[in-house]
């Protein structure tokens, strides 16, 4: 812990600006604090992604004086205090959470390194991607089932973190670049940028294994970076364009061949465009991640010209969450964030009515529900619940595998996003935690019993006690499954 205040003092001295000091001291605390013990450090990663989130729009400010829409409109170092106090608000509860499930749970029994070979890996995750496809090929209407077939859909981001971290594990380097390739390019040929959470799963694959004696991995690690920055940036620049196609005709919509070939002619025309277009793009994505704008004018607004809510968003969003469509299927629509936008930001921003949703951001909520300090508490209880539960996956799971993967999708999409709303935020990482989570907890159970005997063959010490299969010197991973 003591890297945490030098952190702050070196950012303190080195800028001579004392925001800029506690920024480096909260970013020290996530990483201190919120170690990968087992599996990559998904919870290090997404708080950080979140202090990206409040702070980005401001360093680049600072470095290349370029102005931004919170730069000019708002007090947005105020709002870069209170989002760098939440971010720390929730790393300690996340360590918290960890903690008391460490000491209260320790692992017991034995614990296989892999549930299925990675033929086997490859065959589920061809499977679920062709399955997803044609289900948004064929836009079938879920009904009340629509919340669980999504949570179980980022069971495929589970398999490509497992195929990519068995990739970087065996060094197949060429296998892991052609796996990414496919996954980028159909994320990125859909509606939404869905291009960087494999990239993201690709860049904790690597931490997973990290070694710094490898420059292989320093060099996969940046190029991962700036890979995701550039095609930001030319997403930024070219989906304004490409989105509209989606209205045109139905064939775009259908045809993923035709969406390539579009995507291909925008990026073309992107790139003949001079320095001056390419750094407003620029400006566009940064102003884009750094999700301040709308919490800043709220701050501006609240209480002097709307009185807080005294927990009454928080009431309306438990009462949305403990009321699943799937058995109260006539219950109403939760309030958009473009509403909140709208009432507590002062801005007319898009809403419903241009099929766009706005985001506001839990933070903002909590603070026009409680003021400060108040709005720290339900980040804070939030954060314990969150860690705790991730911990209990990595006790619960006999398989190490199915317990990385579930961990790993759990806690970077409850986690990274600072603009999502407590209704999104609990109603999605419950669904994903009950439906994906349950499901994979019962396939690693049926999973176990069907190989005790192999999995207990000469498993115990001298003493007795059970040995991990990763503890013994031959790694069992039976082809027969």
Known sequence: MKFVPLAGLAGWVVSGDWLVGLACAVLALVWVTLPGTEGPPVVALAMTMQWVSVTIGWFYNLLTGRELDATIHTDYRYMVLLGLVWVATMTLGLALGRSLIDRMRPPRGIRPAHALTFKSVMAV????????????????????????????????????YLVLRRMVAHREWHYLTAVLALEVVLGISGFYAGFKEPLIMAALAFLEHFDKRDMRHWFSLTALGVTM??????????????????????????????????????????????????????????????????????????????????????????????????????????????????????????????????????????????????????????????????????????????????????????????????????????????????????????????????????????SGELVPASARPLQLEPESK
């Open 125 to 160: 995750y061809i499977v679920f991607t062709v399955t997803l496809s044609i289900v948004r090929v064929t836009d079938v209407d879920l009904g009340g089932l629509t919340m669980p077939v999504i949570a179980l859909t980022y069971l495929r981001l589970g398999l490509v």
């Open 229 to 462: 920055a550039m095609l930001g940036i030319i997403w930024i620049g070219i989906r304004g364009d490409y989105r509209s196609k989606f209205e045109e005709n139905e064939r775009f919509l259908n045809s993923r061949s035709t969406r390539i070939d579009a995507l291909r002619e925008s990026v073309n025309r992107w790139m003949s465009h001079d320095s001056g277009e390419i750094w407003q793009n620029i400006d566009a994505f940064v102003d884009r991640m750094w999700t301040i704008y709308y919490p800043a004018l709220a701050v501006d607004r609240v209480p002097s010209m709307l009185p807080h809510t005294h927990g009454a968003l928080m009431a309306e969003t438990l009462r949305y969450v403990f009321e699943p469509r799937i058995f109260f299927p006539n219950k109403p629509e939760i309030v958009s964030d473009s509403q909140m936008v709208r009432r507590y930001s002062g801005v007319m921003v898009a809403g419903q009515e241009q099929n766009t949703d706005i985001a506001f951001g839990y933070a903002a909520e909590s603070y026009v529900d409680y003021g400060v300090p108040g709005m720290f508490v339900p980040a804070f209880i939030w954060a314990l619940f969150i860690g705790a539960t991730i911990e209990l996956i990595y006790r619960e799971y006999h398989h190490r595998d199915i317990a990385v993967s579930v961990a790993t999708v759990i806690g970077w999409i409850s986690l990274y996003l600072f603009e999502r709303s407590w209704a999104k935020t609990i109603g999605f990482s419950g669904s994903l935690l009950i439906y994906a989570g349950g499901f994979c907890y019962v396939l690693d159970r049926l999973w176990f019993e069907k190989f005790r005997n192999l999995y207990f063959a000469d498993g115990s010490d001298r």
